[in-house]
């Protein structure tokens, strides 16, 4: 029988949790952001301060957002019980993304890596793996220590299509990054090695 990897059988991203704007400011711009964690919901603020209840007392936190505020995020649950997300930051000047992991029983960050982009794209999640997007970079990411096993940026500066990506997408032994290039509706597909990160094709 043929494995996956010889057939490039389209393999399944871990589901991302819910998260939603929950309030915006006067400007229109998001405020607060509630992400639902099993039977519970976590308001996430821009300025990165972070609340959720606990059985007694509401919890609190503070997100790495350097001086910039969070614009938008995508969240995950990982191992037991801890929280990942992919936060968008902007300070009016410059934009760029992070990837942290939360310990939420004792709250704490356990890892902040920094994604050399904007426009984070929602993240591919596959056992201790995630896949990133983000203008001109591409990455996989160890979730356990929140190091990079491989990572492409700067990608950007030499193909200006590369700016906004969907969620990755695994197929067999490749991931499969889709920039979508604008103002046109093409799509530029980049196809990339799982296990060693080399480029296979960019179409």
């Given at each position: 029988?043929?494995?996956?990897?010889?057939?490039?059988?389209?393999?399944?991203?871990?589901?991302?949790?819910?998260?939603t704007v929950s309030e915006r400011d006067s400007l229109g711009d998001p405020a607060s952001f509630t992400v639902s964690v099993s039977e519970t919901?976590?308001?996430?603020?821009?300025?990165?301060?972070?609340?959720?209840?606990?059985?007694?007392?509401?919890?609190?936190?503070?997100?790495?957002?350097?001086?910039?505020?969070?614009?938008?995020?995508?969240?995950?649950?990982?191992?037991?019980?801890?929280?990942?997300?992919?936060?968008?930051?902007?300070?009016?000047?410059?934009?760029?993304?992070?990837?942290?992991?939360?310990?939420?029983?004792?709250?704490?960050?356990?890892?902040?890596?920094?994604?050399?982009?904007?426009?984070?794209?929602?993240?591919?999640?596959?056992?201790?793996?995630?896949?990133?997007?983000?203008?001109?970079?591409?990455?996989?990411?160890?979730?356990?220590?929140?190091?990079?096993?491989?990572?492409?940026?700067?990608?950007?500066?030499?193909?200006?299509?590369?700016?906004?990506?969907?969620?990755?997408?695994?197929?067999?032994?490749?991931?499969?990054?889709?920039?979508?290039?604008?103002?046109?509706?093409?799509?530029?597909?980049?196809?990339?090695?799982?296990?060693?990160?080399?480029?296979?094709?960019?179409?």
């Amino acid at each position: 029988m043929m494995n996956s990897a010889a057939i490039g059988l389209l393999m399944t991203c871990q589901q991302l949790l819910a998260a939603t704007v929950s309030e915006r400011d006067s400007l229109g711009d998001p405020a607060s952001f509630t992400v639902s964690v099993s039977e519970t919901q976590s308001l996430i603020r821009s300025d990165g301060r972070m609340l959720w209840p606990g059985r007694s007392v509401t919890r609190s936190l503070k997100l790495p957002v350097d001086d910039g505020h969070i614009t938008n995020l995508y969240a995950a649950s990982v191992g037991d019980g801890d929280l990942l997300l992919v936060l968008q930051l902007d300070d009016y000047e410059a934009g760029w993304s992070k990837a942290v992991r939360l310990r939420r029983r004792l709250p704490h960050l356990v890892w902040a890596s920094s994604m050399l982009g904007l426009n984070a794209a929602p993240p591919c999640i596959n056992g201790s793996d995630a896949y990133l997007a983000a203008s001109g970079f591409i990455a996989k990411l160890n979730i356990n220590g929140g190091k990079y096993k491989w990572r492409h940026a700067g990608m950007y500066e030499s193909d200006k299509r590369l700016n906004m990506f969907d969620q990755p997408e695994l197929r067999g032994s490749t991931v499969i990054f889709r920039a979508q290039a604008l103002p046109s509706d093409t799509q530029v597909v980049i196809t990339v090695e799982r296990a060693s990160g080399r480029i296979l094709s960019v179409k």
